[in-house]
């Protein structure tokens, strides 16, 4: 098993039924609370969180200049839809 490299400790304040849950879940499944976190971390990252990202980094592009213009993205389309796409 690889082990993950871990960053520095940090503090965080949860709400008494959050942490209660986590608490019970660690207990339940023989895991660490840390463990738990991580686990519901990575998934909030993986979906909510990661929409935020590409949502950034897509207002990233755009101010940078780098998109397609809708009309030629739909003029692309209908080409291949056609069936005479390049």
Do not use: C
């Not at 971390?41 to 397609?68: P, T, W």
Request: hydrophobic share 45%; glycine share 6%; charged share 30%.
């Amino acid at each position: 098993m690889t082990k993950h490299q871990l960053s520095d400790p940090i503090t965080l304040r949860l709400p008494q039924d959050v942490l209660s849950a986590i608490e019970k879940i660690a207990e339940t499944s023989d895991r660490s609370r840390s463990w738990v976190m991580v686990r519901a971390m990575r998934r909030y990252l993986a979906s909510e969180g990661g929409d935020i990202l590409k949502v950034a980094e897509g207002i990233g592009q755009l101010e940078a200049g780098v998109f397609e213009d809708m009309d030629d993205v739909i003029a692309q389309v209908e080409q291949i839809v056609r069936g005479n796409a390049a």
